[in-house]
């Protein structure tokens, strides 16, 4: 070997110590480390093998991997390479979304295969990378791009990171749904937690919900109920520290019960959320732990996994209208799925059962309503579900059929805020269709719907309404709209990529006041918006002119008319003469100001590139007329406020 690969002069022959200190230096980047580690043997076996100097420079170009379990990667170095090629690639992907799908507004399910390929062409041998490290990475990079940035620069990173992080997550929770609908509940057992868990992650797929974070704080509340139970039943068997639950009298299964409702309704106020019943949250789990607020089902899911640490097993009731526990009195009370009853838990259980003092030992509870205890004739007066409703409706139903009623709640929720938060209606679709053996006609339609709104995921539009082709004798009506869906998603996959003409500030367009990117005020309906194209005469049908009273304006629609997004998150299209520069200009925070800017400036927006080749002329007008008023917010200051007051949720707005 040639002495320059064998020596690496001086600085080969210094002391661990001194390497150690010197590798450790802010002025030593990665770079160089890998540098220095090609001269010599000994300064690579020394640089590779410094694990302590890697999770420094991980931590400091990384600073959200502080305090993180230690890289599960071969060595340090191999986990700085990995995220660094991680990184790049996700920038990298992030301004081809951009380029891509600046016309549609959605990205196709697809965009998680280009972000989580085994980034072959990047220089990098990375074959003994496990698919889901590479999954790992890429989220982490993602998600640094979407909570980590400016709040007021890198819009565009940060708008498609969203999407991107959306369908990354999507994808690696498919098999997830998968799996969960192809276990079987063992006898009583339900793991209801599970599939509010992956609801949760599904349906907040910008955040990174834990199951096992979860598991944690019903573990807490577990505990607290014991410790209740200890004071109020002095050496009672589900007393006893976290173990095997034990097998429980009915008086001592009522025991836990009374202690869980105080622990859970008296001491940490835990309530049915009567006032906005319809929030979102209140069907993510992770949220209602937070809030101690939600809805019948995610209060049960609670109550029923932190019964069933404890020794009670309250099974999922799918009753009509309200979502309930039953607890069968005399049943085994026996929740541990993974192992048998021995001879002799079978005959404490058997006493148990002969015990039963009901003749009906089945138990109704209320989670939404403080855990009361109810019999099925209560329950009947209770909640008037008509006479139409027989024994069934008291049947525990398994863990499938809970996920299910889940995301049809969310179902419910999508449609009222349908016009707000398209990617959460169509995320609540997707995951029905997944977690259904057979979606309901209407379902599949919609996702349809939604498919050609958004101008993505054609080819999936393609094999749904080829599926709902069969529905079509059975259904009134269906047969014409299926065929006007199928026609258009033909019509959208032969149409090229169709890119807006650039609209000059020339002679012909004089007219036009303002620009793209400005923030304005209306002056009669007092919403602040950003100015996001123009037309320099109403293009609207005559239609909406005449409903919108646009005649009745003094221009009428002989103007220039501009599109805006709206601080109340809608898309309007304002009259010239009804908008004003905004006197105090702040963030507007709409969800796509991100798909056609880049920066806020302390009074106007920055175009990104899409959106500079289509007004070429606009930014330099603007910057000048910021220029000559002198009232406009210094832009370091209007950035401190926007981060101040810029609030970042996958939930529609409520």
């Known amino acids: ?31 160089e480390l890998c540098a220095l580690a090609a001269t010599c043997k000994r300064l690579r076996a020394f640089t590779d093998g410094c694990a302590a100097m890697w999770k420094a420079k991980l931590e400091e170009r990384w600073p959200r991997l502080r305090g993180a379990p230690a890289p599960r990667m071969p060595s340090g170095k191999a986990e700085y390479v990995a995220r660094h090629v991680a990184e790049r690639r996700v ?11 600046y016309t549609k507004e959605d990205v196709d399910g697809d965009a998680a295969d280009a972000l989580t390929d085994p980034w072959a062409g990047d220089g990098r041998d990375l074959a003994y990378l496990p698919p889901e490290r590479t999954q790992e990475y890429v989220v982490s990079e993602l998600s640094k791009a979407v909570h980590d940035a400016a709040p007021t620069r890198s819009l565009t ?24 609908l192809q276990r079987k509940d063992t006898g009583a057992y339900q793991d209801l937690e599970a599939a509010a868990a992956l609801v949760a992650q599904w349906c907040q797929p910008y ?5 096992a974070a979860i598991a944690e704080e019903l573990d807490e509340l577990a505990d607290l109920t014991r410790a209740k139970l200890q004071g109020a039943c002095p050496g009672h ?22 202690a869980l409702n105080a622990v859970l309704y008296r001491d940490l106020r835990f309530a049915g959320n009567q006032s906005d019943y319809y929030n979102a949250a209140n069907s993510m789990l992770n949220r209602v732990l937070e809030a101690k607020k ?20 309250c099974e999922a009731v799918n009753f009509p209208g309200h979502f309930l526990l039953i607890w069968q009195r005399g049943a085994p009370q026996h929740v541990d799925p993974d192992a048998a009853m021995s001879g002799s838990d079978e005959d404490d259980a058997a006493a148990a059962g002969a015990a039963a003092a009901d003749a009906d030992p089945a138990v109704l509870i209320d989670a939404f309503n403080n855990g009361v205890r109810m019999t099925k004739a209560d329950c009947l007066s209770r909640f008037s579900v008509g006479a139409m409703v027989n024994s069934e409706v008291f049947q525990p139903v398994p863990g499938e059929l809970v996920l299910l009623r889940m995301v049809r709640n969310l179902v419910v929720i999508s449609q009222q805020h349908s016009q707000e938060d398209i990617p959460f209606m169509r995320s609540v679709y997707e995951l029905g269709l997944l977690a259904s053996r057979a979606p309901p006609v209407e379902d599949r339609v919609m996702l349809c719907r939604i498919y050609i709104h958004t101008q993505t995921n054609l080819a999936q539009a393609r094999q749904l309404l080829a599926s709902l082709e069969a529905q079509v004798p059975t259904r009134l009506g269906l047969g014409a709209e299926l065929a006007r869906m199928k026609a258009k998603v033909e019509e959208l996959e032969k149409e090229e990529e169709a ?18 990117g400005q923030v304005m005020y209306h002056k009669r309906y007092h919403y602040t918006c950003i100015v996001y ?29 501009y599109n805006v997004l709206c601080n109340d998150g809608s898309t309007r299209y304002a009259a010239q003469e009804s908008l004003a520069p905004a006197p105090d200009p702040k963030p507007v925070p709409h969800p796509e100001v991100g798909r056609y800017f880049d920066r806020y400036c302390g009074a106007y927006y920055t175009h990104n590139a899409q959106k500079r080749r289509e007004y070429p002329d606009d930014e330099a007008f603007i910057a000048a007329w910021a220029e000559a008023h002198p009232y406009i917010a210094d832009p370091d200051a209007a950035a401190a406020a926007a981060g101040a007051e810029e609030e970042v949720s996958g939930l529609p707005a409520q």
């Open 1 to 31: 070997m040639p002495r320059a690969a064998e020596g690496g002069g001086d600085l080969a022959r210094l002391p661990a110590e001194i390497l150690q200190a010197v590798w450790a230096h802010d002025c030593v980047g990665p770079a």
């Open 91 to 101: 920038n990298g992907c992030l301004a081809g979304l951009a380029e891509k799908y």
């Open 207 to 211: 955040l990174s919900v834990s199951p």
């Open 294 to 313: 939600g809805i019948p089902i995610t209060l049960s899911v609670i109550y029923a996994s932190v019964a069933r640490r404890l020794g009670v097993v």
């Open 157 to 180: 990173g940060q708008y498609y990171a969203k999407k991107a992080l959306r369908t990354v997550r999507h994808a690696a929770l498919k098999g997830d749904v998968a799996r969960y």
């Open 533 to 561: 194209g123009w037309d320099p005469e109403c293009k609207a049908s005559w239609q909406w002119i005449l409903q919108m009273g646009v005649n009745n304006l003094p221009k009428q629609h002989h103007q220039p008319f």
């Open 237 to 258: 068997p589900a007393a006893a520290a976290r173990a095997r639950p034990p097998l429980l009298t009915d008086e001592e299964g009522a025991a836990v019960l009374d």
């Open 499 to 516: 890119r807006p003409a650039p609209k000059r500030r020339d002679g012909d367009h004089a007219d036009v006041e303002f620009a793209v």
